[in-house]
């Protein structure tokens, strides 16, 4: 069968494409590409105006290192100091808080156990951290382990709360540590991003947290953060940290929805934390928060949001009226439960509530392992106590800060959580006892002139709201002043050689002891010997250059020994290093007080208004613009001022003594008379009103009157030449 043959011509050619199909494929790689370069225009654009940005504000020198620790070259030597601009992501400037002074290798020495103590005010130690549990806890463990080096680093800072701790937290991972100390809660509810909103948002979820500090490690945050405050100037945010005053009045009522979330909040913060501790290989000791149950009272009730009004208002107090009912009937179970109900209903919780406690108890267990100790100050037998005791003022000073006993009694607690945990190396074949607390408190530089300072910031403290609202706040003032009186008469030529005998002591075994050098200074101060309390400070510029509370120090020991230049010097350097720290205002207000001692008033008025500008509720300022309007005679002027000092704290020494002084410069003697025998009543034992009061009264003719008021300033202060004068004539 033949083949058909097939006719070219009679097939029909194939179409061909049209035009656009064949160029389909090029175009749409094209029309893709342009979409990948739009895309990224979009998204590289931003960054690059954003890393340029960045980059300009570094060049320019804008923002600060958010870093916690900075290293530092001292010597022939590489050390971590504190970088006191780290507070500034959860503190406005003018209201920042300081760490106290430190100071660590970079590379840990062999045969060195490194401790980190982390938390707020309660683990710093204050009124003052030189004597805190941590500074103890050091000694405990030296006098028992002799010949061993423990290094105590506290990174706690006052006002603080697990938001700041834990950024603290995650540097020290890096440096070391053996040990961590986590004494942390008092401040959730008040501090940084708690629910008292005195500070930023109220208790605001803790992703919008984490992300608010995270955009603040860049400039470019720092710089939308300062706007932001900027915007919100007009607020009734202060400016300037007046410490727990900020507080006052902001209650928190038990149903607000913002508790709830603080108290989760803390709980991610700590797993963060133990986190970081347990996998740093450090050892972490895990506390509870001890608080002053029995003898401090609630500083604010308020049931709810909706009867804040009515008579369940007064819950937390009726509470606690309760529990001392209780403890009067010998129930102590049911006191110790009502004390507790007590401290959880607070309106004003400025203390650790048994939730917190419960938090911590709960991740402790939930952490357990060879690598976390738990530590549980909050119950009474830990600090030595009686189990069934109710922790009160034999321990606190008021509601959470220990006095030394209670210190001491922390501090021992944990020396001995660290005792059985340490390297086989570290024990000798015969171990010390643990030390007293007499040998303890030589050997942290501790004499009856240092007690002085902690109990006078105590009393201070104690005149200021809301520590003004106990009922029986007049009655722990009293304790206090009878404290501070028998002190001050133990403060003779003879204490004084042992306390310096003491110092000596502790300087020579730990040459390098910052905290030892500051105190020393004071005493040294207090004695009367300048020269060598600036040879302390001078030693303390060598182990910590460019520390500007030396500086700080330096100028008010310059000033009272009358080498003004000097003082002022130091002054404006302290201000040049730190000129947003929270005491700038004292630094502005002592140059004030040169200017004004060298006859320079308008200098003086306008450093001191400067000072007043920053803090203007300290009656210390508003006595000072005063006086320097006395001396341009600008009489009404200065009188105004006083009172609006007096006003502001009605029981402060210096304003009194400044209206005793303007009624004698204007005539007005026997009111001035008056006004003397006020000042008189609240410091009988200050030389400067016996001085004044007898010139007056000798100015007026009494002459029996203004010898007995020489004397008195001579028995007060026996080198006086102005009383030794006049009692000569």
């Keep these: 069968m033949k083949k058909r043959r097939t006719n070219p011509k009679s097939q029909k050619p194939s179409p061909a494409p049209p035009a656009a199909s064949a160029q389909s494929t090029p175009v749409a790689t094209s029309s893709r590409q342009r979409i990948i370069f739009r895309l990224a225009a979009l998204i590289l654009a931003p960054l690059v105006a954003f890393a340029a940005l960045e980059f300009g504000l ?339 000073y008021e509601h959470v800060h220990f006095k030394f006993e209670g210190n001491y009694r922390l501090g021992r607690a944990w020396a001995e959580k660290i005792a059985p945990l340490l390297p086989s190396d570290f024990h000798p074949s015969t171990t010390n006892d643990w030390a007293s607390q007499e040998k303890c408190d030589a050997l942290v530089g501790l004499t009856d002139w240092n007690r002085v300072v902690s109990i006078s910031e105590m009393i201070q403290r104690r005149q200021k709201p809301p520590l003004t609202s106990g009922a029986n706040d007049q009655h722990e003032l009293s304790i206090l002043n009878h404290q501070l009186s028998d002190l001050r008469q133990r403060m003779d030529e003879k204490n004084s050689e042992r306390a310096r005998a003491i110092f000596e002591g502790d300087v020579q075994r730990d040459p390098d002891d910052l905290f030892i050098r500051f105190n020393y200074s004071d005493f040294l101060e207090a004695i009367g010997d300048a020269p060598e309390a600036i040879k302390q400070l001078q030693h303390i510029d060598e182990l910590l250059p460019d520390y500007y509370v030396v500086n700080f120090e330096m100028g008010r020991t310059l000033e009272r020994e009358g080498k003004l230049d000097e003082a002022a010097a130091n002054f404006r350097k302290s201000l040049a290093l730190y000129p947003t720290m929270a005491m700038a205002w004292s630094e502005w207000f002592e140059l004030g007080n040169i200017a004004a001692s060298k006859g320079k008033f308008a200098e003086a008025l306008d450093d001191c208004e400067h000072a007043r500008t920053l803090e203007s509720k300290k009656p210390s300022v508003l006595v000072g613009i005063g006086r320097v309007l006395m001396k341009m005679n600008r009489h009404p002027e200065a009188e105004e001022k006083i009172r609006a000092a007096l006003a502001l704290q009605p029981n402060y020494f210096d304003s009194h003594l400044a209206l005793a002084e303007e009624l004698a410069a204007t005539g007005r003697n026997d009111a001035a008379e008056t006004e003397f025998a006020e000042t008189l009543n609240l410091k009988s034992d200050s030389a400067r009103p016996h001085l004044e009061l007898g010139e007056l009264l000798l100015k007026e003719g009494k002459l029996a009157a203004a010898h007995e008021q020489f004397q008195q300033t001579l028995q007060i202060d026996p080198r006086n030449a102005t009383a030794r004068k006049y009692l000569s004539q």
């Excluded at 050091?138 to 423990?150: D, I, Q, T, V, W």
């Excluded at 029995?294 to 606690?320: C, G, I, L, R």
Aim: a positive charge; glycine letters at 8%.
């Design 58 to 396: 570094r060049l320019a020198g804008y923002g600060y290192d958010p870093a916690f620790f900075k290293k530092v070259r001292i010597g022939n030597a590489d050390f971590l100091v504190n970088n006191d601009k780290f507070i500034r992501r959860f503190f406005p400037p003018g209201m920042t808080r300081q760490t106290g002074a430190l100071r660590m290798e970079a590379q840990k020495p062999p045969g060195v156990c490194r401790i980190f103590i982390m938390g707020e005010s309660a683990a710093l130690g204050d009124p003052d951290p030189s004597y805190g549990a941590g500074r103890y806890m050091k000694a405990l463990l030296s006098e028992r382990f002799p010949g061993r080096r423990f290094e105590v680093i506290n990174v706690s800072i006052t006002a603080i709360n697990s938001y700041a701790i834990l950024p603290i937290a995650q540097e020290c991972a890096r440096h070391d540590g053996d040990f961590w100390i986590i004494y942390m809660g008092n401040n959730e509810m008040i501090g940084p991003f708690g629910a008292a909103a005195r500070l930023g948002s109220k208790a605001p979820p803790r992703w919008v947290v984490r992300l608010t500090l995270a955009i603040q490690q860049w400039r470019i945050g720092q710089l939308l953060a300062s706007v932001t405050r900027d915007l919100k100037a007009k607020s009734d945010n202060p400016a300037v940290w007046v410490g727990m005053e900020l507080f006052a009045g902001k209650q928190i009522p038990l149903d607000d929805p913002s508790r709830k979330r603080v108290y989760q909040n803390f709980q991610d913060n700590l797993r963060d934390i133990l986190r970081a501790g347990i996998g740093s290989g450090a050892k972490v000791i895990l506390n509870t928060v001890a608080v002053n149950l029995k003898d401090f009272p609630p500083f604010a009730s308020s049931s709810s949001t909706t009867n804040a009004t009515d008579a369940s208002s007064h819950q937390a107090m009726n509470e606690f009226l309760q529990a001392h009912a209780f403890l009067k009937q010998g129930n102590t179970t049911a006191a110790r439960d009502a004390f507790q109900q007590a401290c959880d209903d607070d309106a004003l919780p400025f203390r650790a509530d048994s939730k917190i406690n419960d938090i911590i108890r709960r991740e402790s267990a939930n952490f357990a392992g060879p690598n976390l100790v738990f530590c549980d100050p909050a119950s009474p037998a830990t600090l030595g106590e009686d189990p069934g005791a109710i922790p009160g003022d034999e321990l606190f």
